[in-house]
Structure formats: structure tokens, C-alpha cells
């Protein structure tokens, strides 16, 4: 079975996707901080016997160099998923020097960087930057949600970023992005998830198995290459 890194594995996206990866591959979870849910994914007996490694760190604050060394001292991923975010919706007039730094390291710097270093390792392979749809559709697409200027900036950045790497990296390695809208998320209040259904055109949530497909898609599609897909249902 061939190894997948994924960042963020215990985030809103990236813990639906674990049980689907752990089907066929190897894996190399990241995660930041949330043991009990990684206690939870571990759970599964399938998760756990794909597992290869946990890397438990802070991009905010750790080494981007040292956690890229952890990962490829358990081997080199063929498949690498960036998940790892931090959604923030500071008003406008709270904005501070330290959140854009704080945002932009861990939203923007690291997933980037990483990319870059573990892209220039890989003699083949598929790196997907996983996000939101405010990476390629701005500020507004989401009701009820108002994410903060740092945010919008740090994450809409990231569709240059991709056309930028699947050039660079290419033919060993291709780079893309998939831009995911609302997902069933049982933290959000009734009120949002009714205002989100009501928004989205295709009126159904994204399901997981939906962006596991999507990966697979790219995986198994050699010319795909630079581009951001979405699963949004028509946002």
C-alpha cells in the first residue's frame, strides 16, 4: 500500500477522511492538539492498521523543517493532503499585527512550505491542498459566516500557490486544490445549518465520501494538474 500524509486529521474535514484513506493506504496523521478525537479515530481497528506514525505540532509556533523531517523519517508519501487550518472571524476593527502572522503561518506559510519541501522529495506522486470555498470565491460565499480580512487573505492566496507548484514540480509531481463547501457539522448551531441548506443550490451537504472520490479522481487522472476542483453543490 502506498503512504499518504495527512495534515489536520482531526479537524472538521480531515477526521471524516481518515476511516476512507485507512482503506487504501498507509498513513501519516498530523494533528495540532485534539487527542480525544484522534483517540476516537484509533478506535477503528482499520484506522489503526493502516497507521505508520502520529505527528503531533503546532505550525503556529514548531519548525516547519523538523516536523517535514519527522514525516520523512517514516518514509515518503506518494499522496500528501494539506487539511490543516484555523478559521477565524475577528471584526474588522479587532484585526491585530499578531492574528494576520498567526493566519497566515499556519493557513498560508506552512501548508505551502511543505508542499514545497516534501514535493521536491517525492519521485512521483499528488500533493492536494484541501479547503474551504472561501480559498477561491471570496469573503461572501457562505451565509452567516463572515471570516476575517487575515483569513479571506490567508487562504485565498493558496489558488496561486497551487498553479505556482504544479508547474514547478511537474512531471514528478502534481499539485491541486479542492475547494469543499458546507459539510454536516454536528458543533454548528441548527439555525446555520438551515441557513446553509438553504443556500447551497443542490440543497444537500458535502458527504465524505464525495471528497475521498474527488482525491481519487486526481489520483488516478495524470492530467490533472494546477487546478482547484469544488464540492460545493453549485455556491
Not at 494539506?82 to 471584526?91: F, K, M, N, Q, R
Not at 472561501?134 to 476575517?148: D, L, M, R
Amino acid at each position: 500500500m502506498s503512504l499518504a500524509l495527512l495534515t489536520g486529521s482531526t479537524g472538521v474535514l480531515g477526521r471524516k477522511l481518515v476511516p476512507y484513506l485507512a482503506k487504501s493506504y498507509k498513513l501519516i496523521l498530523h494533528y495540532r492538539s485534539s487527542d480525544e478525537v484522534l483517540k476516537e479515530l484509533l478506535s477503528d481497528s482499520a484506522v489503526r492498521k493502516s497507521l505508520v506514525k502520529v505527528v503531533k505540532w503546532d505550525f503556529s509556533t514548531g519548525s516547519l523543517e523538523d516536523f517535514i523531517r519527522k514525516v520523512l523519517d517514516a518514509g515518503m508519501p506518494s499522496l500528501v493532503i494539506l487539511s490543516a487550518s484555523y478559521y477565524d472571524s475577528t471584526p474588522l476593527a479587532r484585526v491585530s499585527e499578531e492574528l494576520f502572522n498567526y493566519l497566515v503561518k499556519v493557513n498560508l506559510v506552512a501548508p505551502s512550505y511543505i508542499a514545497l519541501r516534501i514535493g521536491r522529495e517525492m519521485s512521483d506522486g499528488l500533493i492536494v491542498f484541501l479547503t474551504d470555498m472561501i480559498a477561491i470565491s471570496g469573503h461572501e460565499v457562505y451565509a452567516e459566516i463572515k471570516p476575517s480580512l487575515p483569513y479571506v487573505a490567508s487562504r485565498g492566496s493558496l489558488q496561486y500557490v497551487v498553479k505556482h507548484l504544479a508547474k514547478e514540480l511537474a512531471p514528478r509531481v502534481r499539485v491541486i486544490g479542492i475547494a469543499v463547501g458546507w459539510i454536516e457539522n454536528p458543533r454548528a448551531s441548527r439555525k446555520l445549518r438551515e441557513a446553509a441548506i438553504r443556500s447551497i443550490p443542490t440543497k444537500t451537504f458535502v458527504t465524505p465520501d464525495e471528497i475521498y472520490l474527488a482525491i481519487e479522481l486526481a489520483v488516478r487522472s495524470p492530467n490533472l494538474n494546477g487546478v482547484f476542483l469544488t464540492l460545493s453543490g453549485g455556491l
